[in-house]
């Protein structure tokens, strides 16, 4: 089974500055979808961005983007000109292809702070 | 357009009772998740459904059981809850095609005393 390794439990970030939230994760297949999940505290999970494995360009979506490096298995987030409601728990998800079920194989979760 | 819905929201069983969370879905999804979310532990996975009729198990499903009668529907039920299966429980549905992410509920937080 695959395995998602988030090691930053908790992460802080000042109020417009820039955070890295780091995820690898460990499979034998060479096509697959890597997802970042944010849980805010009303516990409920939005998507934030995506990213297809057999795509080299770093998927971004407005104030976040990726830095996905394959063969190191790496799939770091940073969200730049951070706000208050970037505070939330979030989960670097991992999604094969195909796969029976197609489930996803989540991370344990870093917990961000931003500072006023 | 509703999405995931699940029921209820907050519940709290002694132990040995049993319990079905209803999970429901408005998108015409094939495939739908339990998911369960546990401090330090991420979420894992308890048992999911190809489709209607069909169910399979998970990285967790000790002390689950589940059904897929209607294809929007996915229930799951606890026969006789213990303390450890204390969490908040997430539902999730998504297309059959990988591209797409899940669709969550908005979770349910189960306390069994």
């Known amino acids: 089974a695959q395995t998602v390794t988030q090691s930053q439990p908790e992460m802080s970030v000042q109020e417009a500055e820039t955070v890295t939230l780091s995820c690898t994760y460990d499979?034998?297949?060479?096509?697959?979808?890597l997802f970042w999940y944010k849980q805010p505290p009303s516990r409920q999970m939005i998507l934030v961005i995506r990213?297809?494995?057999?795509?080299?360009q770093n998927a971004t979506e407005n104030r976040f983007s990726v830095n996905f490096q394959k063969a190191a298995k790496s799939f770091s987030l940073k969200i730049s000109d951070s706000q208050l409601g970037d505070a939330a728990m979030y989960f670097c998800?991992?999604?094969?292809?195909?796969?029976?079920?197609?489930?996803?194989?989540f991370g344990t979760g870093t917990s961000l702070t931003v500072i006023p | 357009n509703a999405g995931v819905t699940q029921t209820p929201k907050f519940r709290v069983l002694k132990t040995g009772q049993s319990m079905t969370l209803l999970c429901a879905q408005d998108?015409?999804?094939?495939?739908m998740y339990w998911y369960r979310q546990d401090p330090g532990m991420g979420l894992r996975l308890i048992h999911y459904?190809?489709?209607?009729?069909?169910?399979a198990k998970g990285e967790v499903p000790d002390g689950y059981n589940v059904s897929r009668l209607k294809k929007q529907n996915f229930l799951l039920g606890l026969e006789s809850a213990a303390p450890s299966q204390t969490s908040v429980y997430f539902c999730?549905?998504?297309?059959?095609?990988?591209?797409?992410?899940?669709?969550f509920g908005s979770g349910t937080r189960l306390t069994v005393v």
């Open positions: 999730a549905s998504s297309y059959w095609t990988t591209a797409y992410g899940y669709t």
């Open positions: 499979t034998s297949e060479s096509d697959y979808y």
């Open positions: 990213q297809e494995a057999y795509k080299q």
């Open positions: 998800a991992y999604r094969s292809m195909p796969n029976t079920g197609n489930q996803f194989y």
């Open positions: 998108m015409n999804h094939e495939y």
């Open positions: 459904s190809v489709g209607e009729g069909t169910t």
